[in-house]
């Protein structure tokens, strides 16, 4: 079957024909194509199409799709059985692993997703601080939380539903949102309301809204209110962790939370998830102390395999400057050829995150990322595909970039995005 026969079958048994959102390019207008295999920095489609991939699993693939050495990591593990339900001594290497190298985590628990453990970490955060209200920033996306989906990022803003139905009223009304990079309403808002506030959750560089930048000084000085108030500052680093730098956005800007979530390259493309952060904090979970937090299959050997294969190999090859360096290529690529066609485009870069707003302002906050052009975006993306290059397929997403992606697949993909952008 081709991508269209398997949409149509799959819309009439999985809602909406996918299983997360954005997958189904309702940004973007079309039909999604279905996967057959992916290597590398390729896909190669049930249409027969082979794609130069810059979503990369959403950003798992640090190392490019199958990577060999996490392939026989699985493989190894498998040998002894997929999940035993009790403790095993891959979940030690993990939990050290992830302690050796990201600077809040004194201690850690492993989880199954993202979601999972933004959740979790802003229960342990309300349980240690036995206060309720929490705040988030707009435009920042934690996962698929009831007191989190509220003014969230790209799925929730491609799909026009900023709050999803089915979240009680009363939970939204203990989570404060404000406008990230705004520190006078920060500073009014903990005046105010400081003494009654568990935690403050972020994105440190949002990436579900496209990228926006943390202005300088910001992010410094909500650590600061933090400590002043007893807040817990919890970073969501499900994104960020093991991409901007081997210990995160915390270790790149030398700022520490007091607890962060991790996802997304910690299970080297299964799924996993982890909170960690300090211990007086983490020990409060069950069953040390009375938050309670569980999951069956959390920290299952070939889920820790994969992950720890995935940590061990950014230990040794810190290939972070190579990976900032490919994104390089990308983003002065396209903001040459914007330059010379006279369109407005900005395209923020932090590492080997970037993303593209068709927006003639530069984007520091969910508002402005709002006022660019989502047409545009939507050529730009189709024009991309049909050339054989594929980005997020979301005007409010950003592009990953992975160690496989070689110097040649780079001018192959510059040439068709440039292409891409000259032809608007
Ligand atoms: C993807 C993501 C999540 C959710 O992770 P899932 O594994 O999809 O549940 C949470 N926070 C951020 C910043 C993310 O990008």
């Known amino acids: 079957m081709n991508s269209e026969n398997l949409f149509g079958e799959c819309k009439k048994i999985i809602p909406g024909g996918v299983n997360s959102p954005v997958r189904a390019f309702g940004g973007v207008g079309g039909t999604p194509f279905f996967t057959r295999r992916a290597d590398g920095c390729l896909i190669k489609t049930e249409d027969g199409k082979t794609l130069i991939d810059f979503v990369c699993s959403w950003g798992p693939a640090i190392f490019g799709h199958n990577n060999a050495r996490i392939k026989n990591a699985i493989m190894n593990a498998l040998e002894n059985g997929t999940s035993f339900g009790t403790p095993c001594a891959r979940e030690l290497e993990m939990a050290r692993l992830i302690t050796s190298m990201v600077p809040c985590a004194e201690m850690v628990r492993m989880t199954n997703s993202g979601t999972e453990s933004t959740m979790s970490a802003v229960r342990l955060a309300r349980g240690f601080t036995k206060r309720d209200k929490i705040v988030k920033f707009s435009g920042c996306y934690h996962g698929h939380v009831d007191s989190l989906l509220v003014m969230a990022g790209s799925g929730a803003i491609t799909f026009g539903t900023p709050n999803s139905a089915g979240i009680p009223n009363d939970f939204a009304r203990l989570t404060i949102v404000l406008p990230f990079n705004d520190l006078q309403s920060l500073e009014n808002c903990f005046k105010a309301q400081g003494s009654e506030i568990a935690a403050v959750i972020l994105e440190p560089f949002p990436a579900n809204v496209g990228l926006i930048l943390p202005k300088k000084n910001y992010l410094e000085k909500l650590r600061m209110l933090c400590s002043e108030y007893g807040v817990v500052l919890i970073f969501d680093e499900v994104i960020t962790g093991f991409r901007l730098s081997s210990g995160g956005a915390q270790k790149l800007l030398g700022i520490t939370p007091d607890l962060c979530a991790l996802g997304k390259i ?13 211990r007086e904090i983490m020990e409060h979970l069950s069953p040390s102390g009375d938050v309670y937090q569980a999951g069956t299959l959390s920290g299952n050997p070939l889920a820790m395999a994969a992950g720890a294969e995935a940590l061990k190999m950014l230990k040794e090859l810190n290939p972070y400057a190579e990976l900032k360096s490919k994104a390089d290529f990308i983003v002065s690529a396209l903001k040459g050829a914007a330059k010379e066609k006279g369109i407005a485009l900005q395209v923020p870069q932090a590492e080997s995150l970037y993303s593209v707003f068709f927006n003639d302002e530069e ?18 993306f189709n024009k991309c595909l049909e050339g054989g290059v594929y980005i997020a397929p979301s005007a409010f997403e950003v592009s990953f970039m992975s160690l496989a992606h070689s110097k040649e697949y780079l001018e192959r993909a510059a040439e068709v995005m440039v292409g891409a952008l000259k032809s608007l």
Not at 364 to 374: E, G, K, Q, V
């Open 363 to 380: 984007v520091s906050n969910y508002d402005i990322a709002m006022r660019s052009s989502t047409k545009l975006y939507a050529k730009f």
């Open 266 to 278: 910690i299970g080297g493309g299964l799924p996993v998830g982890a909170f960690a952060g300090k």
